[in-house]
């Protein structure tokens, strides 16, 4: 048991790293007042294209990992409850 822990504990910091490192990569979204002045909507092709650009995978994966990371912090609560 106690090799398990040792191996989801190191790819749980593994995962937190990679999350780390996606999330200061991305970029702000928000445009703010600005865009709402300028008209920036959602109707052009970029943003109908928007996940099929390196920041849709960043954020589809960034999302992916997140999901990942819950189920091993629940999985790791489990193992050391035990």
């Known amino acids: 048991m106690e090799i398990a822990k040792n191996i989801i504990t190191g ?14 990569k991305q970029s702000k979204e928000d445009n703010g007042a600005s865009g709402t002045v300028m008209g920036a909507g959602a109707n052009n092709f970029y943003e109908k ?17 997140m999901i990942v990371f819950v189920v091993l912090t629940l999985v790791l609560d489990i193992l050391y409850v035990m």
């Open 49 to 65: 294209n928007k996940g099929r650009t390196t920041e849709g995978k960043m954020k589809r994966t960034t999302i992916g990992l």
């Open 11 to 24: 790819i749980y910091f593994i995962v937190c790293i990679v999350l780390i490192v996606l999330i200061l």
